[in-house]
């Protein structure tokens, strides 16, 4: 019932990034986040999120990180869950 998210991202700035699983695709991202994961730090990040990984493979989820705590609205990466 649960899942460990690891992420890295190449090329991070130097602040933290708040990074998101969001219900649907990058073309069409619900904007509520679904399940919050922990800020990429210098490009990575890890959390244990209350779902499966079936349960992720078997909807439309995607992940997403912002630019910035202050810069949420400008999207930088995204990848949906397959």
Do not use: K, M, R, W
Request: proline share 9%; aromatic share 4%.
């Amino acid at each position: 019932g649960q899942t460990t998210v690891t992420l890295e991202l190449s090329n991070p700035p130097d602040v933290p990034q708040p990074v998101h699983i969001h219900e649907g695709t990058c073309a069409e991202l619900n904007p509520q986040p679904a399940f919050p994961l922990e800020n990429l730090e210098d490009g990575t990040s890890e959390t244990t999120v209350d779902i499966s990984v079936e349960d992720l493979q078997s909807g439309e989820y995607a992940i997403n990180a912002h630019a910035s705590e202050e810069d949420v609205e400008t999207y930088v990466a995204c990848g949906d869950v397959s």
